[in-house]
């Protein structure tokens, strides 16, 4: 008989997100998705090539203090961005 092994994921653990790598039109989904899929203290690195100010209006609207917006980087052509779930 197997025992099956469940892996818990710590609460300060840090998932990478390349906006870079998702189609355009389906990118605010996928982040979306990805934003609701986290636990809280978990936090989601983002990355993209611009600063994605709309977004974070809709952010800020959808998730008001419950998402923790930092910049790491934030530079032409290279925006880090950590949203960590409150």
Same mark, same amino acid.
């Given at each position: 008989?197997?025992?099956? $092994?469940?892996?818990?994921?710590? $609460? /300060? *653990?840090?998932?990478?997100? /390349?906006?870079?790598?998702?189609?355009?039109?389906?990118? &605010? *989904? *996928?982040?979306?998705? $990805?934003?609701?899929?986290?636990?809280?203290?978990?936090?989601?690195?983002?990355?993209? /090539? &611009?600063?994605?100010? @709309?977004?974070? =209006? =809709?952010?800020?609207?959808?998730?008001?203090?419950?998402?923790?917006?930092?910049? %790491? =980087?934030?530079? @032409?052509? $290279? %925006?880090?961005? /950590?949203?960590?779930? =409150?």
């Amino acid at each position: 008989m197997s025992s099956c $092994a469940h892996h818990h994921v710590s $609460a /300060d *653990a840090v998932y990478p997100f /390349d906006a870079r790598g998702v189609a355009k039109r389906f990118r &605010h *989904a *996928a982040i979306f998705g $990805a934003l609701d899929a986290l636990a809280a203290g978990e936090t989601m690195r983002f990355v993209n /090539d &611009h600063d994605p100010l @709309p977004l974070l =209006q =809709q952010l800020s609207g959808r998730y008001g203090d419950a998402i923790r917006i930092d910049y %790491v =980087q934030r530079e @032409p052509g $290279a %925006v880090v961005i /950590d949203f960590a779930r =409150q």
